[in-house]
């Protein structure tokens, strides 16, 4: 399956923490995307990390794939309390389509 | 303001009693989808669309109709509703006319189903 696994499945830390959140894939992909979703809300995208980049950054959130790993890791520097929500990773090959994993839950203590 | 907007966010009803949820995007975006989200079982698509009148399968299509007569909208039809399509539900749309590119989507509130 192509479908990313993310770890862990829940991750609870103090305000001001960093957050590692890590996602597991079985096959080449094109990209490789990840989504948070805020509880009774639809999926946001926070950022898009192609099969040919290592890394990649946007505000607080920084990205990183190893493609011969096929893992990739998103990093939420200085967390705040507004962070809490649930991360998705979506993975896609060549010729299948957009293939989202069971989240994971953050939760930020203030 | 680019949204997707679903109809309703909330519906309670009975077995075999046809629904229809409402998807539209203001986007002008070519590819629209509908997922399910179960607990444990993350999302799941159910039907996507490249383009007008161009509809597909996903993974779990079994029980679900949709059509795309606009560009703008997709609605996700339940014929005769069945308890185990309780769920939420999710439409997405991004800029693309195919499936394989791979580009972020852009996700509705959802609508949470219960079906007794």
């Known amino acids: 399956s192509q479908q990313g696994e993310e770890d862990p499945q829940a991750l609870s830390i103090q305000e001001g923490e960093n957050a590692t959140m890590n996602c597991s894939y079985k096959t080449s992909i094109n990209n490789l995307q990840w989504y948070r979703q805020n509880s009774g809300r639809g999926l946001v995208h926070l950022i898009l990390?192609?099969?040919?980049?290592r890394e990649k950054h946007s505000g607080r959130l920084r990205v990183t794939l190893d493609t011969s790993k096929k893992s990739s890791s998103l990093l939420i520097t200085a967390s705040r309390a507004a962070d809490t929500a649930s991360y998705f990773c979506?993975?896609?090959?060549?010729?299948?389509?957009?293939?989202f994993g069971k989240g994971i839950t953050l939760s930020v203590r203030p | 303001e680019a949204q997707v907007t679903q109809n309703p966010r909330y519906l309670i009803t009975v077995t075999g009693k046809k629904l229809t949820v409402t998807c539209s995007q203001n986007?002008?975006?070519?590819?629209m989808s509908w997922y399910r989200q179960d607990p444990g079982l993350g999302l799941r698509q159910i039907y996507y669309s490249m383009n007008v009148e161009v509809t597909d399968k996903g993974d779990v299509p079994e029980g679900y109709k949709v059509s795309r007569k606009e560009k703008r909208n997709f609605p996700l039809i339940l014929e005769s509703p069945s308890p185990n399509q309780t769920s939420l539900y999710f439409c997405a749309s991004s800029p693309s006319d195919s499936p394989y590119s791979n580009q972020p989507q852009h996700f509705g509130d959802g609508t949470r189903l219960s079906i007794l």
């Open positions: 990390i192609r099969s040919n980049e």
């Open positions: 986007m002008n975006h070519e590819y």
């Open positions: 979506a993975t896609a090959g060549a010729n299948s389509k957009l293939t």
